[in-house]
């Protein structure tokens, strides 16, 4: 491994970690009542809608562009993945 591609590493490795601490910092979280923790809504209403406050709004509505940002770099270590893999197999000369 090279300088340079430790550098582009920890680059992004600090960008997702200043990411994800974004958005832990801009969630809303609830508070525990004497009962324990307050239950998440998943569900839709009657009309098929999403109710505002549940999960699926949370994560579609509040926070999909991180979600989009988070599968492209998944797509991304999974092709390099098969790329380190492939790359492994050419150095076999015997």
Request: charged residues 20%; aromatic residues 8%.
């Amino acid at each position: 491994m090279n300088k340079k591609s430790l550098m582009i590493g920890i680059a992004v490795a600090g960008a997702l970690l200043v990411m994800l601490s974004a958005v832990a910092l801009s969630s809303e979280w609830n508070e525990m009542n004497d009962n324990g923790p307050t239950e998440i809504p998943f569900t839709l209403d009657e009309d098929g809608a999403l109710i505002e406050g549940s999960l699926n709004m949370a994560l579609f509505e509040d926070h999909g562009y991180v979600l989009f940002i988070l599968a492209l770099l998944l797509f991304g270590a999974i092709i390099g993945g098969a790329y380190v893999a492939k790359e492994g197999d050419d150095d076999d000369s015997d």
